[in-house]
């Protein structure tokens, strides 16, 4: 069992930069592959950006490329999401999610814990 709990979201205007943080329980995070995904009012849940569980591979949406760079602590239990060059469209709730499959998935079904969400909004 993993608990997840982001945090660090909040206002910002566009072309500013937010860095989100998810922490961890248990002792198992690093065996687990981790994404962050999110989710705008009335759109589906979208995939972000994912990283292996050695930290050694990582993975993002076309959207995000190039602006948010995700990595992760296992020796604090932490990933974290770095978003610069903010856009109002990158407006949504974000999440990060815990996968315990032998690959590392863009699909939401594959990821196995979530946590709550953070509101990250981005003013024009």
């Known amino acids: 069992q993993v608990q997840l709990v982001e945090s660090g979201g909040g206002l910002v205007q566009a072309g500013g930069s937010l860095r989100l943080s ?3 329980s248990g002792r198992t ?3 687990y592959h981790m994404g962050w995904f999110r989710q705008a009012p009335g759109k589906e849940r979208e995939f972000v950006a994912a990283i292996s569980w050695t930290g050694g591979s990582t993975y993002y949406a076309d959207s995000v490329k190039g602006r948010f760079t995700i990595s992760r602590d296992n020796a604090w239990n ?4 770095q ?5 109002p469209e990158d407006t949504a709730v974000y999440y990060c999610a815990a996968d315990r499959t032998g690959s590392v998935s863009r699909q939401t079904y594959d990821y196995d814990y979530w946590g709550q ?3 990250v909004t981005v003013s024009s």
């Open 117 to 119: 969400g953070t509101q």
């Open 83 to 87: 978003m610069n060059t903010l856009k």
């Open 78 to 81: 932490t990933v974290y999401l």
């Open 29 to 31: 995070f690093s065996r």
């Open 22 to 24: 998810c922490a961890a």
